[in-house]
């Protein structure tokens, strides 16, 4: 082969190399593209997560404290209280189903 068979070798395998490369590059671009795109749609809804987050924790703050906090016998007094009410309003509505069926 003589010197000119090698220099259109060495062109050929440059210039394949090159188009390799030139492919390999134009497909992470484009990929790197897709997940910057990607990346600021999931920041858009990271910014209204935390919008909504923050709105809640206001929300917990003004509630005042938590029970788990409070005093156990007065916790305990409230729950009693709360069951006598359910089971008066309970009594009060069988009262009245009964006294309905008598009537009709």
């Known amino acids: 082969m003589t010197w ?3 220099v259109l070798v060495w062109l050929g ?8 490369f030139f492919l ?3 497909g992470l671009w484009r990929q790197a593209k ?3 795109s ?3 749609v999931a920041n858009e809804r990271l910014g209204a997560v935390m919008q909504q987050v923050d ?5 917990a703050a003004a509630r005042g404290d938590l029970a788990v906090f409070g005093d156990p016998a007065a916790i305990k007094r409230e729950r009693e209280a709360a069951a006598r009410r359910r089971a008066r309003e309970k009594e ?3 009262r009245e189903l009964v006294r309905a069926r008598q009537r009709g």
């Open 4 to 6: 000119w068979g090698w």
């Open 92 to 94: 009060r509505r069988r």
């Open 34 to 36: 897709v997940l910057m």
């Open 55 to 59: 709105a809640l924790g206001e929300q």
């Open 13 to 20: 395998l440059f210039a394949g190399a090159g188009a390799v």
């Open 38 to 40: 990607q990346v600021g």
């Open 24 to 26: 390999l590059v134009r």
